[in-house]
């Protein structure tokens, strides 16, 4: 199991940053995927970005050369960099851990989230 503490959100205006951190409850060298997913009212939750345990990212195309996800490894920590913020990023951020078992089986574990919004 892991737990994942999230912290950074908050309101900030159009064309602003913010820093999305999510802590975890152990090594994320040993998780095999982290990353973050949001998620709108009615709406599903929909990848943001993610980081493998080997450094390989993938981001969601509407977030590509404005969102960078990066981690502190000694500090347990992975964070999303925000930049050049829009109205339709605002959402609530969930940090995501995903473990796989040997038959590609995998098992997702969820933050509490925490609120983005971006409005002038």
């Known amino acids: 199991q892991v737990q994942l503490v999230e912290s950074g959100g908050g309101l900030v205006q159009p064309g602003g940053s913010l820093r999305l951190s999510c802590a975890a409850s152990?090594?994320?060298?040993?998780?095999?995927?982290v990353g973050w997913y949001r998620q709108a009212p009615g709406k599903q939750r929909d990848l943001v970005a993610v980081?493998?345990?080997?450094?390989?990212?993938n981001y969601a195309d509407s977030v590509k050369g404005r969102f960078t996800i990066s981690r502190d490894i000694s500090k347990n920590t992975v964070h999303l960099q925000m930049n050049s913020l829009k109205s339709e990023d605002t959402d609530v951020y969930y940090c995501?851990?995903?473990?796989?078992?040997?038959?590609?089986?995998?098992?997702?574990?969820w933050g509490q989230g925490t609120q983005v919004t971006v409005s002038s």
């Open positions: 995501n851990a995903r473990d796989y078992d040997l038959s590609y089986n995998f098992r997702d574990y």
């Open positions: 152990r090594s994320i060298l040993s998780i095999n995927v």
């Open positions: 980081i493998a345990s080997g450094g390989r990212t």
